[in-house]
C-alpha cells in the first residue's frame, strides 16, 4: 500500500471548518483512500474512503485531487469531541484489508 | 458502540507470565483483525483470521499466538511476557464479502506488564 503524509498536529476553532490534507503520491490506481480517528485511547473509527470521486457521508466530506496525489478529509463544523488523531490510509481494493497505521495528525478543537 | 466486544478491559501481570485476550466481533463478521499500540510505535498490525483460517500475518512476535474459533471469537496469547508487551491491544472485525476497508474496532485491552 502507498505511504501516505499527514502534518503532526493542526489546531481548528470550534464551529469552524477542519481541512485535513494528506499526501499520497505513489497511490497506485487500485487503492482507495481511508480516513479512520482515534479519539484519545479508543478503539478507531471509520470516517469516510474514496476512490476518485468525492465523497460525503454524515461525519465527513473526502475531496480528492484529479490526479489522486492528495486529497483532504473536511469536518464541516468541529466541536469538541472531533478532538482526536486522524490516519489517513491508502488500501488495495483487494486482498485482506489490513490498515497500516502511520503517525496522523492530531487535530485539537479550541474552544 | 461498535459491536466488537473485548475483554479485559484491563490487565495488570509480571514479566514472564502469560496473558490471554479474548475478542468477540460483530455479529455475521467473519474476519478479525489484532492490533498493537504502544507508547511509541503506534498502532502495529498483529495478526488477521477468516472464518476460523490465518489470513494475514504483521509484526506478531513469536511469543504471541491467535486462534479464531468455531463461533468466530478469537484470543490473543501472549506469553514470556515482557516488559515492553505493555500496550493496548485492539480487535477490529470486517463484514466478510463486502469489499470496503471498513473495520470495527473494539475498544481494547490495556495490559501492563510490571
Redesign the interface.
Known sequence: DAKTTQPTSMDCAEGRAANLPCNHSTISGNEYVYWYRQIHSQGPQYIIHGLKNNETNEMASLIITEDRKSSTLILPHATLRDTAVYYCIALSGAGSYQLTFGKGTKLSVIP | D?G?TQTPKHLITATGQRVTLRCSPRSGDL?V?W?Q?SLDQ????LI?Y?NGEE??K?NILERFSAQQFPDLHSELNLSSLELGDSA?Y?C?S?EAGL??????????S?LTVL
Do not use: H, I, K, P
Not at chain 2, 100 to 105: C, D, H, K, M, Q
Open positions: 461498535s466488537v474476519s483483525y492490533y499500540q503506534g498502532l502495529q498490525f488477521q477468516y489470513r494475514a504483521g493496548l485492539f477490529a470486517r469489499g470496503s476497508g471498513e473495520l470495527f474496532f473494539g475498544e481494547g490495556r
